[in-house]
């Protein structure tokens, strides 16, 4: 009974033929009032977004936090060449050494509980955590440096399911992740 006044409400479809239920056109509304405040932000930031993409021949995105998660909101350039593609709407979870940006100018007491999330190959290694901190609010903005974890990361979130995604973000830990200080004459491959 309960799928049948979503049904008559609009939330959900039936399909005739199989009888399963999808997502109704009621539904439209709410992800819409939903994400207002980031539509307002992201109609003023695309064009800049699309510039910049253009200008440096990158992939960029636009994203928010949501409570311990990222939320991806917009995406503008190129794939990555064969590789899979991170799109609006998937969720990564905030936890090093993913989210610097969004944990930089937090109080300690946040800071200490982003570190926290990320186990004991974090804890070891706190001191870089924190001068990646400390970068992201000289420059004003992470870089991080691309590899296979990464790479492992998007085609986790491609497939949406959060546990490879949480696996995969474990992952940056082990590998070169923050760059820290930039040498004027060298060359990086960033994410």
Same mark, same amino acid.
């Given at each position: &009974? ?6 008559? +409400? ?9 009888? /399963? ?8 509304? %709410?992800?819409?009032?939903?994400? *207002? ?8 930031? #695309? $064009? *800049? ?12 995105v636009a994203s928010t936090r949501r409570g311990d998660d990222i939320v991806i ?6 794939? $990555?060449?064969?590789?899979?593609? !991170?799109?609006?709407? *998937? #969720?990564?979870?905030? %936890?090093?050494?993913?989210? /610097?940006?969004? !944990? +930089? ?19 070891? &290694?706190?001191?870089?955590? #924190?001068?990646?901190?400390?970068? %992201?609010? $000289? $420059?004003?903005?992470?870089? &991080?440096?691309?590899?296979? +974890?990464? +790479? ?5 979130? /491609?497939l949406g399911e959060q546990g490879p995604v949480a696996e995969a973000v474990h ?21």
């Amino acid at each position: &009974s309960l799928l049948g006044e979503l049904t008559d +409400a609009g939330y959900l479809v039936r399909d005739p033929v199989d009888k /399963t239920y999808g997502l109704g056109p009621r539904l439209l509304a %709410v992800g819409l009032a939903a994400g *207002h405040s980031e539509r307002l932000v992201l109609s003023r930031a #695309r $064009r *800049h977004l699309r510039r910049l993409a253009s200008d440096l021949d990158v992939r960029c995105v636009a994203s928010t936090r949501r409570g311990d998660d990222i939320v991806i909101l917009e995406v503008a350039g190129r794939d $990555r060449p064969f590789g899979m593609s !991170i799109q609006p709407g *998937h #969720r990564l979870p905030l %936890v090093p050494p993913v989210g /610097t940006v969004f !944990i +930089a100018w937090s109080s300690e007491t946040e800071i200490e509980r982003w570190l926290g999330r990320g186990g004991d190959e974090v804890a070891t &290694s706190e001191t870089t955590y #924190r001068a990646a901190l400390e970068a %992201v609010r $000289r $420059r004003g903005c992470s870089l &991080s440096v691309d590899g296979p +974890a990464r +790479a492992r990361l998007e085609e986790a979130l /491609t497939l949406g399911e959060q546990g490879p995604v949480a696996e995969a973000v474990h992952d940056l830990v082990r590998q070169r992740y923050f760059l820290l200080e930039v040498d004027e004459g060298a060359e990086y491959e960033l994410s």
